[in-house]
């Protein structure tokens, strides 16, 4: 359990909930990895929204393979920290609150949407769900993460409403989204299917994504083919 302390201080930046770092070898890999996952499925020219950016590391990842990156998040600490350390010249840090229709830019959809290991803090999952699938351009993609309900209890930790088993989240996923594809992690990496300790769902109101997924899937094998051959050599 959390100390007393740190819960009261729960929404400080230093809390214990939020990871800092100036360099990404500082954060931990899992979180690392999901970023560098989503970041597979970008192209050129993609405008990207991370929503929630914490300290920005993952927002100045996505940002290096989009034409713009947007990263918004409720806590000052963290967005100030965002600009002064992961800040580049196609990235915006915004300050608000994802529940609140106003804080995202006016007019702006994106091609893509990253939102890990945020939903299950929300008061309110539907109305976060309801608002991405409406900043989600046609034929974009919504990569969301949350902690496996089946391997990690929400209880034994104060800053999350709730955790989803795998039926659960792609279950809630598909109220929104007509297209939904799975993925886990285990060991910090991550994998198609489920079981891990978070659940990775990447969300689309088009089939297409699908080939893009085999793509990267196919990618991944020989990039571990090539990886194990040269161990041997």
Not at 111 to 124: A, G, R, W
Not at 126 to 143: H, Q, T, Y
Not at 180 to 207: A, H, M, W, Y
């Amino acid at each position: 359990m959390f100390p007393e302390k740190i819960v009261r201080e729960k929404d400080n930046l230093f809390s214990g909930e939020r990871e800092t770092g100036t360099k990404l070898e500082e954060f931990s890999n899992d979180h690392v990895n999901r970023y560098s996952f989503a970041r597979y499925f970008i192209k050129p020219g993609d405008v990207v929204l991370d929503a929630a950016c914490g300290v920005g590391y993952g927002t100045h990842m996505l940002a290096g393979q989009a034409s713009r990156a947007d990263g918004i998040d409720h806590n000052d600490e963290a967005v100030q920290y965002a600009r002064i350390h992961w800040g580049r010249d196609n990235v915006r840090y915004i300050r608000g609150d994802l529940l609140d229709r106003n804080v995202y830019p006016a007019g702006e959809k994106y091609n893509v949407i990253v939102s890990f290991e945020t939903i299950e803090h929300l008061k309110d999952d539907r109305a976060f769900l309801a608002a991405m699938s409406e900043k989600l351009l046609p034929g974009g993609l919504f990569f969301v993460s949350a902690p496996n309900a089946d391997v990690i209890k929400a209880e034994n930790n104060p800053w999350h409403e709730r955790h989803y088993t795998p039926q659960e989240f792609r279950g809630l996923l598909s109220q929104f989204f007509s297209y939904v594809s799975e993925f886990t992690q285990v060991d910090c990496g991550v994998r198609r299917g489920r079981g891990g300790d978070n659940n990775i769902l990447i969300c689309s109101d088009k089939p297409f994504f699908k080939i893009r997924v085999i793509i990267l899937l196919v990618h991944k094998f020989f990039y571990r083919l090539k990886t194990r051959l040269l161990e041997l050599i």
